[in-house]
């Protein structure tokens, strides 16, 4: 899994990276049956013996080609997507750099398992968009004095076994002598009931006075995890008895950032990550579906602007804060490229311009949102249904 270190550096590289460039994107998803016996390999091969250019080879340096293959002979563990680039400076020094995720890209034809293969300027903002707006997730695992931390992020999940020691010394030391005091028995030992016919419990009483501490200093570590680890989502699992009382302890903005509490795994005390894994997604997807109906509801009561010719105009003049489209966006629009005005309409055009230059949208919506500084939003399944059905297929929030 790529931390939030890893991330910012190789957004970094990519971005530094100087025309003319290799930009490839191929679906390598195993479970996709076109995909049999690395079938994609050889839909990536075919597509890159169109481009001439990177065939080039001298006595003293292999061709780009040539790198590109050993770098997609490589066996990885199963990913759904490939991200590739490469270049060869005027010295022969060569960069690739590949790139497998466990979610689909938002680039045309990826989902029906085509490769997109391009030579020149670098194609690198579907992936510098997936690797800064997918969330990163925290799911923490609470079984009365025990607990595990878990960071999801783009399909992948792993545990964190020492994220609170690392993060806090004296807290980390508090939280386990108070776990180890109550694993212990010694709460039982000391709160025996000793009169015949007591009929309070001064076990259950102090056990929950001691879990109380123990969830306090828990709190406060898990609050300096999650900014540690640029962490905004958060799910709770364990059985309300012992979630509620956690989640009562957690100060209002952590309240915020959770996004599910639910039940514990299969196996409570030595829970199998994929079962995490499984039964979190789901509530992750939700989540994100219902978000996405709320921005749509925003829009709708702000009042946003909506349809295409509306929208691409209000992008160029700034006023967009966030825009809304479906994830296999392929809408054509019209550019002035000398001037470099775009219209839904070409005739519009016409009257500024001599030359009229068709695109298509979904090539150019990520430049464009980070140019104009506009959050992208894509939206699928009902989602999508409700923006083409009420919103002409594309619609924004308003920033004024």
Same mark, same amino acid.
């Given at each position: 899994m790529?931390?939030q270190k ?33 079938g ?71 989902r ?22 997918y969330?990163?997730t ?69 056990r ?13 570590l898990l ?18 008895d ?15 950032k ?20 499984a ?16 921005? =749509?509801? *925003?829009?709708? $009561? ?5 349809? #295409?010719?509306?929208? %691409?105009? /209000? @992008? ?5 804060d ?11 629009i ?14 519009k =055009?016409? *009257?500024?311009? $001599?030359?009229?230059?068709?695109l298509? #949208?979904?090539?150019? %919506?990520? /430049? @464009?949102?980070r ?12 989602s ?15 920033r004024?």
């Open positions: 790529l931390k890893q991330t910012n550096e190789l957004i970094e590289s990519l971005s530094a990276l100087e025309a003319p460039v290799l930009s490839v994107y191929a679906d390598i998803n195993p479970a996709n049956p076109d995909n049999k016996g690395g994609w390999r050889t839909r990536v091969k075919n597509a890159l013996k169109d481009i001439p250019e990177i065939h080039k080879r001298t006595e003293h340096r292999e061709s780009l080609y040539d790198a590109v293959l050993e770098l997609l002979a490589e066996e990885r563990p199963a990913a759904r997507t490939m991200a590739l680039f490469a270049r060869q400076n005027h010295l022969g020094k060569t960069f690739v750099e590949r790139v497998d995720l466990q979610v689909d890209l938002p680039v045309v034809d990826l029906q398992g085509r490769v997109e293969a391009r030579w020149g300027e670098p194609y690198i903002m579907p992936l510098v968009y997936a690797l800064d707006e969330e990163r925290a799911v923490l695992h609470v079984d009365g004095a025990s607990w595990r931390f878990f960071e999801l992020y783009m399909g992948e999940i792993e545990e964190c076994d020492d994220v609170f020691r690392e993060i806090d010394e004296e807290d980390w030391k508090e939280l386990k002598e108070a776990a180890e005091f109550i694993l212990s028995g010694r709460v039982r030992e000391k709160t025996e009931p000793t009169r015949a016919g007591d009929t309070k419990d001064p076990y259950k009483k102090k929950a006075t001691w879990l109380h501490k123990l969830y306090v200093r828990l709190s406060r609050e300096k995890a999650l900014r540690a680890l640029h962490i905004d989502r958060l799910v709770i699992m364990g059985d309300e012992e979630t509620g009382p956690f989640y009562n302890v957690l100060p209002k903005h952590l309240r915020q959770i996004v599910a509490r639910i039940h514990n795994p299969k196996d409570e005390k030595a829970p199998d990550i994929a079962d995490i894994k039964r979190v997604e789901p509530v992750l997807e939700a989540a994100e579906r219902e978000g996405e109906m709320a921005l =749509l509801d *925003e829009i709708r $009561e702000q009042p946003g602007i909506w349809g #295409l010719e509306p929208v %691409i105009d /209000a @992008l160029q003049i700034g006023q967009l966030t825009l809304v489209v479906p994830f296999d966006l392929d809408v054509k019209w550019t002035c490229p000398d001037l470099g005005f775009l219209a839904a309409d070409p005739e =055009l016409k *009257e500024v311009c $001599e030359e009229v230059e068709e298509n #949208l979904g090539d150019h %919506i990520f /430049a @464009l949102a140019d104009y500084g506009t959050r992208l939003e894509f939206v699928e399944g009902e999508k249904d409700r923006l083409m059905r009420e919103f002409e297929g594309i619609a924004a929030k308003r004024w």
